[in-house]
T-cell receptor
């Protein structure tokens, strides 16, 4: 079974530029998450989707971050405009239905904002 | 909100046991997890424990949960150099997202 795919793996941009990340979850997983992991910290949830609907986006800085999950499969996370403090690893995870199942994480996209 | 604390760093010799601790202030989580993260890699689930259990053993891994003291620990027996990584405890929130600790860097010396 293929894992969670993310692209690109690395991205370097200048502040005030825009950037987009893509995630393809494990086939059949209804729930998709985006986490932000700043260097030296644990991941923090940005947004959670159930199929193509948003379950929780309370931690998403909506003035600059947006995310969508069209058709309830792939998802994109966008930052516009980027700030220096957005430098982090952006992790996508998916979760199957059923109690007790945990999340499966992709390799992440490492973003550096200069 | 949730507050999860982990010690920053642990160094052990190869073959010794490692114990990584995690404390929290408040949670109604059903499941508690331990994840491993190697440099440049994503998060790998090591093990998890149901909140009504005190202990779970999985090969070289032993998880202990003390709900009264809000304390979770991970013991790695016969620690190997390949175990060197950052270890995160994590909690399942009411909406099934995860809250993570700050991570403990385990260094295994040959």
């Amino acid at each position: 079974e293929a894992g969670v795919a993310q692209s690109p793996r690395y991205k370097i941009i200048e502040k005030r530029q825009s950037v987009a990340f893509w995630c393809n979850p494990i086939s059949g997983h209804a729930t998709l998450y985006w986490y932000q992991q700043i260097l030296g910290q644990g991941p923090k949830l940005l947004i959670q989707f159930q199929n193509n609907g948003v379950v929780d986006d309370s931690q998403l800085p909506k003035d600059r971050f947006s995310a969508e999950r069209l058709k309830g499969v792939d998802s994109t996370l966008k930052i516009q405009p980027a700030k220096l403090e957005d430098s982090a690893v952006y992790l996508c995870a998916s979760r199957p239905r059923g109690a007790g199942e945990t999340q499966y994480f992709g390799p992440g996209t490492r973003l550096l904002v200069l | 909100g949730e507050d999860v604390e982990q010690s920053l760093f642990l160094s052990v010799r190869e073959g010794d046991s490692s114990v990584i601790n995690c404390t929290y202030t408040d949670s109604s989580s059903t499941y508690l997890y331990w994840y491993k993260q190697e440099p440049g890699a994503g998060l790998q689930l090591l093990t998890y424990i149901f909140s009504n259990m005190d202990m779970k053993q999985d090969q070289r891994l032993t998880v202990l949960l003390n709900k009264k003291d809000k304390h979770l620990s991970l013991r790695i027996a016969d620690t190997q150099t390949g175990d060197s990584a950052i270890y995160f405890c994590a909690w399942d929130t009411g909406r099934r997202a995860l809250t993570f600790g700050s991570g403990t860097r385990l260094q295994v010396q040959p």
